[in-house]
C-alpha cells in the first residue's frame, strides 16, 4: 500500500498528535486514524473506493484541530 494522502493535527506533542492516512495498493483503498504518533494506537477501516476514503477521513478530521496536509 503506498499513502495517497496524508494530514495531521499540527500538535507536536505525542499524547496530543492526531494523524490520518489514505492510502491505496491501486485496487483496494484504506483509510487510517493514528493517535499519539507512530508508537500510537490507530484504526484502520477498508473503503471500497477513493470516494469513500476521502468522506471517511473528512469525517474523521471533523473538530477543532487545523489540519495541514503531509507531503510524502
Keep these: ?3 495517497e494522502r496524508h494530514w495531521w493535527n499540527g500538535d507536536s506533542t505525542v499524547r496530543g498528535r492526531r494523524d490520518v ?3 491505496t495498493d491501486g485496487e ?3 483509510v487510517e486514524a493514528q493517535a499519539g504518533g507512530g508508537a ?3 484504526k484502520i477501516h477498508q473503503c471500497p473506493s477513493r470516494q469513500s476514503a476521502e ?3 473528512g469525517a474523521w478530521m471533523a473538530g477543532r484541530s ?3 496536509a503531509v507531503a510524502h
Design 1 to 3: 500500500m503506498r499513502i
Design 21 to 23: 492516512y489514505i492510502r
Design 28 to 30: 483496494s483503498w484504506e
Design 40 to 42: 500510537g494506537r490507530s
Design 55 to 57: 468522506i471517511l477521513a
Design 66 to 68: 487545523r489540519w495541514q
